[in-house]
């Protein structure tokens, strides 16, 4: 069985991942075909639309392979997963820059590079079944596939909220994060998919489209924009439990259990992704950090309680915020000179396609 499925109907062309067992989780191989796919629709008239969904009723897509990057960063030498990301990351900047519209089906659960291949698409569908996440922290990972970018840009401070907490969120949130466009019920899904291969993008929302239910972050931006404005965890934390609301002292739990490393390099990443500009240079910065990270005990120690083991009891080192130090983050940032992506420069002569 093939991970990824391509077929046409229509003047649609059609991406389905193709794992359902797991979650459509996505693998280099997966990435190398869906990126040799657009090459071939971008050059083919019959095709005037690309459509990304999941196959199965779970999700679109639950992340990368990370058992896989677990296995390479505890017995490897990390070039696997260093040409993953690779290949990946400049996949999530193509499907930016595509010039056809691409219409991300982000039904289910979405989350970690399953966000990389949809929310940096033109046409972003959410259904009342949408859980959209990037939950790095909890792995000792830090959000990457563009995922700076996008929570960076989120209206306040609920990026660093979703980035730190790796909290899921529904439909409507994720449209006012800026993740996504457009609320479709899920039982409509297949009649807009048929839709799609018949007429314009525009005409085809029309039909389906919804107000989404009602979410839940834009009556607690308050006190989220105020605990989440400072540029050190530590002040956050202090902030989450002196609001005392218990919302916040939840969140506040949420963030110690976290990786201490991964919360700090977060935090330095979603800042200095406010100021880098266009997604590519984030997308250089993401790879720095994504490497570094295969040398930090936190990524596979992580990977192995919430995935493998699941015991759901990491020993993150160091253990504490404080025991984390300016250098010990800085070291996530180091340039990789020629070993890195080489898209920064590309960003100077390519603008983004919006449908």
Not at 47 to 64: F, K, T
Not at 130 to 152: C, Q
Not at 211 to 237: H, K, N, Q, Y
């Amino acid at each position: 069985m093939r991970d990824v499925l391509f077929r046409t109907s229509g003047h649609a062309a059609h991406i389905v991942l193709n794992r359902p067992k797991a979650l459509n989780a996505l693998t280099h191989e997966m990435v190398l075909r869906i990126d040799e796919a657009l090459t071939e629709w971008e050059h083919d008239p019959a095709v005037e639309i690309v459509v990304i969904s999941g196959e199965g009723d779970r999700g679109l897509c639950a992340g990368g392979d990370i058992r896989a990057i677990h296995d390479d960063a505890r017995d490897g030498d990390g070039s696997a997963s260093a040409a993953f990301w690779r290949d990946e990351y400049r996949l999530n900047a193509r499907i930016a820059r595509y010039p056809k519209p691409y219409v991300a089906v982000m039904d289910g659960i979405v989350m970690g590079g399953g966000v990389g291949v949809s929310a940096h698409g033109g046409v972003r569908i959410v259904t009342e079944r949408s859980r959209i996440a990037m939950p790095e922290t909890g792995i000792g990972f830090v959000p990457d596939v563009g995922g700076t970018y996008l929570l960076a840009l989120a209206p306040g401070e609920l990026g660093t909220h979703l980035a730190l907490t790796g909290a899921p969120i529904g439909a409507a949130d994720a449209m006012l994060c800026g993740l996504a466009d457009h609320y479709v019920p899920s039982a409509s899904l297949r009649s807009f998919v048929d839709h799609l291969a018949e007429m314009p993008v525009r005409e085809a929302l029309g039909r389906h489209v919804h107000e989404p239910p009602p979410g839940e972050l834009a009556g607690r931006r308050g006190w989220i924009d105020d605990c989440f404005s400072p540029d050190t965890v530590e002040e956050i934390v202090r902030r989450l439990l002196a609001q005392g609301g218990p919302a916040a002292k939840a969140t506040a739990g949420t963030l110690l259990a976290k990786s201490p490393t991964a919360l700090k390099v977060t935090l330095a990443a979603l800042r200095r992704a406010r100021r880098l500009g266009p997604l590519e240079r984030v997308l250089e910065q993401e790879y720095r950090v994504s490497c570094a990270t295969l040398a930090s005990p936190d990524l596979v120690e992580g990977i192995r309680a919430q995935v493998i083991d699941k015991d759901r009891n990491p020993s993150w080192s160091p253990a504490t915020l404080v025991e984390v130090t300016g250098a010990d983050v800085e070291r996530f940032f180091i340039p990789l000179g020629e070993r890195g992506l080489g898209l920064a420069t590309e960003s100077d002569t390519t603008e983004e396609v919006a449908w």
